[in-house]
């Protein structure tokens, strides 16, 4: 028997869009209250075989930068999740601030050179 039920790859209601920030975005269609578990970002894995030693989930590929982020990335054992620092309204776009993660040191100071 085929399961009928729909795919849905984010446990929220969430879109991929085109963003101010840079390229696509992470967009929620959704209001989204203060200290929502969005999902893992990324998990542990050795450091020979991925980049800082982390696996980078579909959620996190597209959440931007931002000094200003309305979410933040919580570390716990090897798994780093994404949760939101407030409220947040219908169609606007998730971003952490990758400069106060380990999983994004790196990367933004490449840019900020």
Do not use: W
């Not at 999902?39 to 542990?44: K, M, P, R, V, W």
């Not at 590929?61 to 999740?81: F, P, Q």
């Not at 309204?89 to 106060?100: I, M, N, P, R, S």
């Amino acid at each position: 028997m085929i399961d009928t039920r729909q795919y849905k790859p984010f446990e929220h209601d969430l879109l991929i869009s085109n963003s101010t920030i840079n390229g696509q975005g992470l967009f929620t269609k959704e209001v989204l209250l203060k200290d929502t578990y969005l999902g893992i970002s990324h998990i542990e894995g050795d450091i020979k075989i991925f980049k800082q030693g982390l696996i980078r989930t579909p959620l996190i590929g597209h959440v931007n930068h931002s000094k200003e982020a309305n979410c933040r990335l919580v570390k716990e054992g090897i798994y780093t999740y994404l949760v939101t620092n407030c409220e947040i309204g219908e169609y606007v776009e998730l971003t952490t601030d990758y400069t106060k993660s380990e999983c994004g040191v790196n990367y933004v100071s490449k840019f900020e050179q």
